[in-house]
């Protein structure tokens, strides 16, 4: 009896997504770009595909029930012309659900998707079984501690530039090829070079295996736990011949890169994560191999900023950014408005909505996490992408909206990750500069002491005079709890011995 209760109460909790998921199709109403958080996958000149349990609307059409059933991949082609299902070949495998313009729906079976996706020529977005979980996260308020300026300003365009013309000459960087493997160990090499740690994460395209991601991490001084992720896809895609894949996405790789480069010089709070994915050409692959594990190690993830062709300047635009998010990810998309609008006055961000393709963010979304897409522009991004003319100078068009565009993602890492330096503490006289990171504090402190000893007495002094800590810390680093204190502002003071220092700390 004991052993069939847990499949019986199985039985009666199963979530609805789990027991049925099926595509339906609306003449929407809804305009919101922010649809994924409630199921719809697409949505353009008022109508929406949606992934649902049921009927989402009386007026729904029932599309497929349960496409992904029998190890199928449900696949939303949005192509350049029109599409036409009277002049489709044949020998491509798969079923056409739907169409309806330059869209086209298919379910596919994993062993035929390569095939389905080098057959027809458009960009992919894997319609998920599971769509955007609602996230735990809560997002941290900006900091806007000098140093995010400081660091702003190192964001070098040169250096962008000389890695998208690098990433280039891999002359392809399509996942299942050499140059892509190639390209990968030399991406690896620069963030080694900086002194990451560095891994190659392999994963398969439904058995062909791809070039792995690389995951380069900075743990976090105060709050290893947390976790800020920022990353591109380096994998590039054209149907025929050399893909260059200069805008899409060795910029958005060389600004990871360059952001990598940046903050290897400073201490943050929580640990960074600078990823360079795979597989995003046929359909988040390598993201969703990464992300999948975060969720089964129950990672928190702070939030996740995409970096995803940021060069192309449409002639006549001011540089402007228009951010792709589903509505549970609203939260970081206000941050980085906020960090922008700070950090990046002359950066315009607008929302915006991705008609066709997707992009790694999504993989985070879809896992309960938050993925914010600042993208180069909804509409008229860069109409090179994908062919042999993705290059520097016609693709890439616009080093300072590279360089704009990693600016704020840049701001955004560093004020969430809690970025500090020693470089500002430590006086000319000797003595010792004490500073308390973060302040106000929250349940943690983190002591940088520089010059004393590694074995210092801490007395907390609280408003009425009190002595409410009294500890000896040791280690190099030093982290005090204190979470149970009131809210007020303390006393900090320290020894070693030999010299004393004090510091102000407001509790919140
Ligand atoms: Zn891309």
């Not at 990046?344 to 909505?353: K, T």
């Not at 180069?376 to 109409?383: F, G, I, L, M, V």
Request: charge should be negative.
């Amino acid at each position: 009896m004991r052993r069939i209760l847990p499949i019986i109460l199985l039985g009666i909790f199963t979530p609805a997504w789990l027991l049925c998921q099926n595509i339906y199709l609306t003449q929407g109403t809804d305009g919101s770009n922010a649809a994924a958080f409630t199921g719809v996958v697409w949505n353009q000149g008022g109508q929406q595909l949606w992934v649902a349990p049921e009927a989402p609307h009386t007026d729904a059409m029932l599309l497929a029930t349960d496409p992904w059933s029998d190890n199928h991949e449900v696949v939303l082609f949005s192509l350049a012309q029109s599409f036409d299902p009277g002049k489709l070949n044949p020998d491509v495998p798969g079923q056409l659900l739907w169409n309806y313009g330059q869209t086209a729906l298919f379910r596919v079976s994993h062993e035929n998707f390569v095939t389905l996706r080098e057959k027809i020529h458009g960009v992919v977005k894997r319609v998920p079984r599971q769509t955007a979980q609602t996230p735990k996260t809560v997002i941290p308020a900006v900091d806007t501690n000098q140093l995010v300026y400081e660091i702003v300003d190192l964001v070098d365009t040169a250096k962008i530039m000389a890695t998208i013309r690098r990433l280039e000459a891999f002359k392809t960087r399509k996942a299942m090829t050499d140059s892509a493997y190639a390209a990968s160990e030399w991406i690896g090499q620069q963030f080694e070079d900086m002194g990451y740690q560095i891994e190659y994460q392999n994963f398969n395209i439904y058995g062909s295996p791809s070039s792995p991601n690389v995951i380069a991490t900075k743990t976090g001084t105060a709050y290893p736990d947390k976790y800020v992720v920022i990353g591109g896809h380096y994998d590039s895609y054209t149907y025929f011949g050399n893909a260059p894949g200069a805008d899409d996405n060795a910029s958005g790789t060389a600004g990871v890169i360059e952001a990598a480069r940046i903050l290897a010089d400073y201490p943050t709070e929580c640990s960074i994560i600078f990823c360079a994915f795979s597989g995003e050409e046929y359909g988040l692959f390598g993201s969703e191999a990464f992300v999948a594990r975060c969720k089964q190690q129950e990672m928190n993830i702070l939030g996740y900023f995409n970096l995803d062709m940021i060069g192309y300047r449409h002639p006549g635009d001011d540089i402007h950014t228009d951010m792709i998010y589903p509505l549970s990810a609203k939260p970081l998309a206000d941050y980085y408005k906020e960090i922008a609008a700070i950090f990046v006055p002359e950066l315009g961000v607008f929302d915006g909505f991705l008609t066709g393709g997707d992009s790694d963010h999504t993989s985070f979304n879809n896992h309960g996490y938050m993925g914010i897409f600042p993208f180069e522009d909804d509409q008229n991004y860069s109409p090179y992408i994908h062919s042999a003319q993705d290059v520097t100078g016609l693709s890439v068009n616009s080093a300072e909206m590279a360089g704009m565009l990693t600016q704020a993602s840049l701001a955004g890492v560093s004020s969430m990750g809690g970025v500090f330096t020693y470089a500002s503490a430590g006086e000319a006289d000797g003595s010792t500069s004490l500073r308390l990171i973060p302040n106000p504090a929250t349940d943690k402190v983190r002591i940088v002491a520089p010059g004393m000893k590694s074995d210092i007495h801490v007395q907390v002094v609280a408003p009425d005079g009190r002595t409410v800590i009294a500890t000896r810390l040791q280690g190099a680093d030093k982290v005090l709890s204190v979470a149970h204190l009131s809210r007020g502002i303390y006393i900090v003071r320290l020894t070693d011995g030999t010299v004393a220092a004090e510091s102000k700390m407001m509790k919140w």
